[in-house]
Nanobody
């Protein structure tokens, strides 16, 4: 059973940066597309970014993340990263990584395994 564990969240001032990590257990990591979602208090979980399987040659971003966030993966370390720059207070949320199963890469129901989440708080 694959398990995912996020880390790297914290408190940062607006304009700052954080790098989130998602470590995966299991041997099939490289063959799985991975995604990042976030959920702010009182709001639904929303898509942030995703990266294709294998060499991660294709990446996807929500409009809110384009130009500020960068997703990457290191298959040797079974880890996917989300580099977040120019953070804004509206980026405050719990960030989750997830393993894609099938379907639309930006849809929650396309993902079958989720981490426990890591809190990101951006102060103004």
């Amino acid at each position: 059973q694959v398990q995912l564990a996020e880390s790297g969240g914290g408190l940062v001032q607006a304009g700052g940066s954080l790098r989130l990590s998602c470590a995966a257990s299991g041997r099939a990591f490289s063959s799985v597309a991975m995604g990042w979602f976030r959920q702010a208090p009182g709001q639904e979980r929303e898509f942030v970014s995703a990266i294709a399987a294998w060499n991660g040659g294709t990446t996807y971003y929500a409009d809110s993340a384009k130009g500020r966030f960068t997703i990457s993966r290191d298959n040797a370390k079974n880890t996917v990263y989300l580099q977040m720059n120019s953070l804004k207070p509206e980026d405050t949320a719990v960030y989750y990584c997830a393993a894609h199963i099938s379907g639309n890469i930006a849809t929650m129901t396309s993902y079958g395994i989720w981490g426990q989440g890591t809190q990101v708080t951006v102060s103004s």
